[in-house]
């Protein structure tokens, strides 16, 4: 099954690119990419920018994924990455191509390190997703300015800090004392992420290339290395991308956020929009597969001496919605609940349509009345209008 793909097109030729259901755990995730198609297609004058959306990257995977959903009311972490024969995984959002080369640089198919060489989990090598090299195809094809990327959390819970202290430098009492909600800096909570152009140094390590995009002494999601030049801090600053089209990464990361923040603070706990320093980069995570990632990638020019592949590079704007459960607007994308909550008609067969007939609504099941969440689907389609208001519309 192919991951359909809906492009529209804006009032100047550049495109950005959303994409969702890289980790199929994730369903709120792909209901926001739906939102924004829907909203999209809905309006009468077209987004500054165009827009191609890619709403489930991994579609069969998804149709089980929801049937779990469906069953369980949360896939919990069941089909975030796709299991493959020995008992390794294939870890979806590490993917991709090393920064600054092109697909055709895995010549193998296998996934590769920045000198070329195989990598390898479990002893084994990793060929690439083909659903992932779709991804890849179009950020070659269309070229866009801007990606983004719509994922989910899980909550974090005070069994959570223990094991971050090292980044938090949060103490004993302060873990105790904790009210459970508030959003800690040093920890990834929900809310709109970048992964801001830069260059790729022979300095840079071979993995994790945060280093590289921003400077953690100066980030405020780095709160204990980011002590400043006196010691205390006061020098910490959200747009600590290192070039200055980083930086302006950066900002529109904090509009988008903003955005958001407008229609549902809570949505965007991590950015940590009313403080004085805001965050707009992912603290470190736990340890994450040696490949890399969307976010590596994509921000990274692929020159011209590279031959086809050859690009800008594109900020990655990660969406980390709260939380990772759909309100069932969509049933496998396809909508059927208004924006307000009312039954939609639904498509018309062509005998219908010949008969002249009228659309018949959608008649919700008793099952479906139980499921059906219209505050869970203001809270998605909230982060779809703020992606559309800013991403899709500052220059």
């Not at 990638?297 to 692929?302: A, K, N, T, Y």
């Amino acid at each position: 099954m192919t991951a359909n793909s809906y492009v529209f097109f804006g009032s100047e030729p550049q495109f950005v690119l959303i994409v969702a259901g890289i980790h199929e755990s994730e369903q709120g995730g792909i209901e926001v990419a739906h939102w924004i198609r829907t909203k999209l297609a809905a309006r009468k004058k077209p987004t500054r920018f165009g827009a191609v959306v890619i709403p489930d990257v991994f579609p069969e995977r998804g149709l089980l994924a929801r049937a779990d959903e469906w069953t369980r009311g949360d896939t919990d972490n069941t089909w975030r990455d796709i299991p493959r024969p020995g008992g390794a995984k294939f870890h979806p959002s590490r993917h991709f191509p090393p920064p600054g080369e092109p697909l055709s640089a895995l010549k193998k198919g296998l996934l590769i390190g920045r000198d070329g060489t195989e990598l390898r989990e479990a002893k084994l090598t990793l060929p690439q997703l083909p659903e992932i090299r779709y991804v890849i195809q179009f950020v070659e094809q269309f070229q866009p300015i801007r990606i983004v990327s719509v994922h989910g959390t899980h909550p974090v819970t005070r069994d959570d800090l223990p094991g971050m202290k090292a980044q938090t430098g949060m103490s004993d009492d302060d873990i105790k004392n904790w009210d459970g909600v508030s959003a800690i800096k040093g920890v990834n909570f929900a809310g709109i992420f970048v992964d801001p152009r830069y260059k790729l140094g022979k300095d840079c390590p071979k993995f994790d290339l945060e280093i590289c995009k921003f400077d953690p002494l100066l980030d405020p999601a780095f709160p204990v290395q980011s002590a400043g030049k006196d010691g205390k801090g006061t020098d910490r600053r959200f747009d600590s991308a290192r070039t200055q089209e980083g930086r302006a990464d950066d900002a529109l990361a904090l509009k988008a956020a903003q955005a958001i923040a407008k229609l549902d603070p809570t949505l965007v706990r991590g950015n940590h929009v009313a403080e004085a320093v805001p965050v707009v980069h992912y603290a470190k995570a736990s340890t994450t597969p040696e490949a890399f990632s969307l976010g590596d990638w994509g921000p990274v020019e692929v020159p011209s001496s590279k031959g086809l592949g050859a690009r800008p590079g594109a900020p990655v704007f990660t969406v980390e919605v709260d939380d990772n459960q759909e309100s069932w607007a969509f049933l496998d994308g396809v909508q059927v609940m208004s924006e307000s909550g009312k039954p939609l008609p639904q498509p018309q067969s062509p005998e219908e349509r010949a008969a002249g007939g009228r659309s018949r609504k959608f008649l919700p099941s008793p099952g479906f009345t139980k499921k059906f969440n219209q505050k869970r689907s203001e809270q998605l389609q909230a982060y779809a209008q703020g992606i559309i208001d800013t991403i899709l519309e500052v220059p």
